[in-house]
């Protein structure tokens, strides 16, 4: 048996998240659960923000598309897992971890940069608010996310195809519960560190750079409404500043503990534990923390229009 690329009808076997313990059905259930609110939250945050008109601004707009992307997100990893868990068959075909490998990327890297372009929204809605029709026009709205989609799928394209043209040793065997990068270069037969330099810098321009806009973005939002707000409206931008801070936190430092280190600094089962959370407890919490922690979804208070 050819052990290189071209076996592609050679399966690849995953591990999975469960080790046939005792706690397993638990955790299975708990997953399971977990995924089926994630995926009902995020569609009826959705059809909240098409449906009701005074929830069409930027700010909405935006989230409707990361919800898009979460519902997507944790919809290719947990029914693969689960479908494993099930049946007791661990594999998952050549072509069928490729496919993951890549739409995995794509959402990820989408979400990444869509968060940064949100603080944004939110920096002009605070900071400029007599300018936020001007600045934040629907067709810049667009472009953001077309160029957040655009940048993360050639992202993803490129380190796909690389790494899948690479020659696998033997059993092909993956401790982890999906296909991603960092768990499937230790498969790799040959020397792979000059690859896993891109894939810190690919990890340190979607990832990291977003994450220091946001921050930049707020220390700004904060600085001005302490300056010239009320206690009142220095508690509103703190809450509406806060509820982005939480999910923007959780998802970029795990994503980063993940995609930015060699993976002879990588444990198998702490990686899994950390994809639980930017796999699944982060899609949980988006459409929670912004419907939860937001006026303008709970009691449908008005924000400036996109047009």
């Known amino acids: 048996m050819n052990t290189g690329n071209q076996t592609v009808g050679t ?35 959705i059809l909240l923000i098409q449906l009701d008109t005074r929830l069409h601004s930027p700010m909405y707009f935006l989230l409707s598309q990361l919800s898009f992307i979460d519902m997507t997100y944790i919809s290719t990893t947990v029914p693969k897992m689960t479908i494993n868990f099930l049946s007791d068959n661990k594999t998952i075909t050549f072509l069928g971890c490729e496919i993951q490998t890549f739409l995995f990327l794509v959402l990820g890297g989408t979400e990444a940069l869509l968060l940064g372009f949100m603080s944004y929204d939110r920096y002009v809605a605070i900071c400029h608010p007599l300018r936020y029709h001007l600045l934040m026009r629907k067709k810049l709205c667009w472009f953001m ?97 806060s509820s982005h801070l939480i999910v923007a936190s959780l998802f970029y430092t795990t994503t980063l503990s993940t995609y930015t280190r060699p993976h002879t600094l990588h444990s198998p089962e702490e990686d899994k534990v950390v994809a639980v959370f930017y796999t699944m407890i982060t899609p949980l919490l988006n459409p929670f923390i912004y419907s939860l922690r937001n006026k303008e979804v709970m009691g449908h208070c008005d924000w400036p229009q996109i047009g």
């Open 145 to 241: 996310v077309t160029c957040a989609w655009t940048s993360s799928s050639l992202n993803a394209a490129i380190h796909t195809v690389y790494i899948f043209h690479l020659h696998f040793c033997g059993y092909r065997v993956i401790n982890h519960f999906f296909c991603e990068i960092p768990s499937l270069v230790p498969l790799v037969c040959q020397n792979t560190s000059q690859y896993e330099y891109t894939v810190l810098l690919s990890g340190l321009i979607i990832l990291l750079l977003p994450f220091l806009a946001i921050l930049t973005s707020y220390a700004y939002v904060l600085t001005v409404v302490f300056q010239k707000s009320s206690g009142k409206g220095q508690t509103k931008a703190i809450s509406t500043c």
């Open 11 to 45: 399966d690849f076997i995953l591990l999975g998240l469960f080790q046939n313990g005792p706690m397993d059905s638990f955790l299975f259930a708990a997953i399971a659960v977990l995924f089926l609110v994630a995926l009902m939250s995020n569609i009826i945050l």
